[in-house]
């Protein structure tokens, strides 16, 4: 019996020994160039669409919602966040405002017309200068943020999607949206 406590005990020393093995991973370099508020160029869709049931079909975001004298509110934020706890790390994330589409029905079900908000596309990004590439870690909701890019130093091109109701009723569509750092 006192040899399988004496086991006991090892096992329990040796896994504690091991468990509390500290050994703390270094965070790549972080850049924090892209961070900072970006006013909104155009917003196009892969394929032409009719969202304001005019009866003509466009790519062009802005204008199928009609959302033209609005469109200061639909910009790009990013930012890097840093924690007091682990100083090597920093949590960055992409903040993109756009039109929420919010098609009005009758009580009978039957489509009136749609109206627009506006909602914010969360996602979660690091950017490494040395390939100059943005790489989406996660989504964090309001739609999905596909690809970031840089096409010039103060430029960044995001494809992303989201839900709009169309003439052919609720769609995701594919978004490629420009926007000019501030």
């Not at 010039?152 to 709009?164: G, K, M, S, V, W």
Request: net charge negative; charged share 20%; glycine share 6%.
């Amino acid at each position: 019996m006192r040899y399988f406590k004496f086991k006991i005990l090892i096992l329990i020393g040796y896994f504690s020994v091991v468990s509390c093995k500290n050994e703390e991973q270094v965070e790549p370099t972080y850049s924090f160039e892209l961070d900072g508020k970006y006013r909104l160029i155009s917003t196009t869709t892969v394929h032409p669409v009719d969202l304001n049931f005019d009866g003509y079909f466009s790519t062009d975001l802005i204008q199928e919602t009609n959302q033209a004298e609005n469109k200061e509110r639909f910009f790009l934020y990013l930012e890097s966040i840093g924690y007091n706890w682990t100083p090597t790390y920093y949590d960055q994330r992409i903040f993109l405002w756009s039109p929420l589409a919010n098609a009005i029905l009758n009580q009978d079900g039957v489509y009136l017309r749609t109206g627009y908000g506006i909602t914010n596309l969360l996602a979660k990004y690091r950017y490494n200068p040395q390939n100059n590439r943005v790489d989406v870690l996660g989504n964090l909701g309001g739609g999905i943020v596909d690809s970031v890019y840089r096409t010039e130093p103060d430029i960044l091109q995001i494809h992303y999607r989201q839900y709009f109701y169309t003439t052919n009723g609720w769609e995701e569509l594919s978004l490629i949206s420009n926007y000019k750092k501030i």
